[in-house]
């Protein structure tokens, strides 16, 4: 079974930094795209920064240098650096993985129990 296990939000104050994580584990046969995506209240889901398949990374609109992708050489745990927060970062931050498990022909999207993000003036 795959799961995926976030951590690292919390409440930060405006201007500072955080680190999230994420961790795969499970019976995975091969990882095509993996990347983080947020939800703030009201909001629809939207990309945060993403690894695609062939390695290459995209950001969402909004990110504008301050966020930063990246990940473990296995490709099962991937970070997301975020500085100078601003309360509009305040968010439920998830993790997603395309991921074809042991016995599958299929890739399927996995989505982390999503951690929370809050930034204080």
């Known amino acids: 079974q795959v799961q995926l296990v976030e951590s690292g939000g919390g409440l930060v104050q405006a201007g500072g930094s955080l680190r999230l994580s994420c961790v795969l584990s499970?019976?995975?046969?091969?990882?095509?795209?993996m990347g983080w995506y947020r939800q703030a209240p009201g909001k629809q889901r939207e990309l945060v920064a993403a690894f695609t398949s062939d390695g290459s990374t995209k950001y969402g609109d909004f990110v504008k240098g301050r966020f930063a992708i990246s990940r473990e050489n296995t490709k099962s745990t991937i970070y997301l650096r975020i500085h100078s927060l601003k309360p509009e970062d305040t968010a439920v931050y998830y993790c997603n993985f395309e991921v074809k498990e042991t016995g599958s022909n299929l890739y399927r999207d996995y989505w982390g129990q999503g951690t929370q993000v809050t930034v204080s003036l």
């Open positions: 499970g019976s995975i046969f091969s990882i095509n795209g």
